[in-house]
């Protein structure tokens, strides 16, 4: 079986892999976000008795690359993003002082959606034989360009990949959950499949909102963009990063017209007639997925991040059939109090220079998953 290994995000990619593929792996997702990451992308394509699948990737070749790729920063840095306990994160001056420096991890390769998610991309799902090649050709790839390491930074558990990647000497590091809602029939069904203090905090919080003024609503993207595009930039420099409002704008904009306004939803929450928060939905087939997000944080705005990224999609989705509402990464423990079904993530790794894969195996010893909030 052979493989091509093509720069960027090929051309092809939508013919080879079909289009019954999770969202993350979509042609439309892919277009909206190729300048998500900075360092070279590249595409994997195999063909296994007739059927296509794929990879996606990236070189971190920076130092300057996020802890949400940069292998280094994920497992020894002083996370800004990540929430990691203090008993895994109190190991780490000590770890950093005996490993090599994060500059001799570089360059390294992660393969991974924009959206952080890793897995083989074929339509009706892949297969062993399928999953063995890709991952092999990786590896072959990566060596022959004395890469460092090699990561799958967001692997489900619910992934076949896993055994794949266990089989080829990786090593399993637990991360975060992600979080998902499969949706009931009503409103009323969705509270009551609550448990009885989720669903009593969901009543107060809804309660409190309304008491505050606060509205949640579904808005039309270029009726509100300046608004949306300052609570991005907001929530990009809480997390410590630098935010720069072109290409948080210029981001907003490709999702919308690479999905078309059909495909998006826009729920936003005003109080006194100000958008406060807003989360930007995609739908794809029977899935609705929420990554982008922004909310002031104000004691009157308390809450109100789970009315515009929870509560109003929800709603949305019943109301129009929808099954599933994927929520990402990160506030996990909000998530599932609110009727999340919490699925693991783990980072998988594998240093090819010996002096960095012991330093992985250090690194992995104290990691523990991401705690919730």
Not at 250 to 263: E, I, W, Y
Not at 342 to 352: I, K
Not at 356 to 370: F, L
């Amino acid at each position: 079986m052979s493989v091509q290994v093509l720069d960027g995000v090929a051309a092809q990619w939508r013919d080879h892999v079909g289009d019954d593929v999770p969202i993350l792996a979509s042609a439309p997702w892919l277009d909206a976000t190729l300048g998500r990451f900075a360092g070279r992308r590249l595409t994997f394509l195999a063909t296994e008795e007739g059927r296509g699948g794929g990879l996606q990737a990236t070189v971190v070749d920076s130092a300057a690359a996020g802890e949400m790729i940069n292998l280094y920063q994920t497992l020894l840095a002083d996370p800004k993003v990540w929430k990691f306990p203090e008993e895994s994160l109190a190991a780490r001056g000590g770890l950093r002082a005996e490993a090599p420096p994060g500059e001799c991890w570089l360059p390294h390769i992660a393969v991974l959606y924009p959206g952080f998610d890793s897995f083989v991309a074929a339509s009706g799902g892949s297969t062993p034989a399928l999953t063995a090649t890709l991952v092999d050709a990786v590896l072959s790839w990566a060596r022959e360009h004395e890469m460092k390491a090699v990561s799958f930074p967001y692997v489900t558990s619910d992934v076949g990949l896993s055994k794949v990647l266990a089989e080829r000497g990786f090593r399993s590091i637990p991360l975060t959950f992600r979080s998902r809602v499969t949706v009931n029939a009503s409103f009323d069904g969705y509270l009551a499949s609550l448990s009885t203090n989720g669903r009593s905090q969901v009543n107060r919080e809804r309660r409190r909102l309304a008491a505050a003024g606060v509205r949640t609503m579904r808005c039309a993207f270029d009726e509100v963009c300046q608004d949306v595009v300052a609570l991005r930039c907001d929530l990009v420099e809480r997390y410590g990063q630098k935010a720069e409002k072109d290409r948080e704008e210029a981001t907003l904009r490709a999702l919308v017209s690479c999905f078309g306004t059909d495909q998006v939803r826009l729920y936003c929450s005003f109080l006194d007639g100000r958008l406060v928060g807003f989360s930007l939905g995609l739908v794809w087939g029977d899935t609705w997925l929420f990554l982008y997000t922004g909310t002031y944080q104000t004691p009157q705005t308390s809450a109100v991040y789970f009315d515009h990224f929870v509560y109003a999609p929800i709603a949305g989705a019943i109301s129009e059939g929808a099954r599933v509402v994927d929520m990402g990464i990160g506030a996990w423990e909000g998530k599932r109090r609110r009727g999340c079904e919490l699925t693991p993530v783990n980072l998988w790794a594998r240093g090819l220079d010996p002096v960095i894969d012991q330093a992985i195996s250090r690194a992995a010893v104290p990691m523990r998953r991401e705690v919730g909030w």
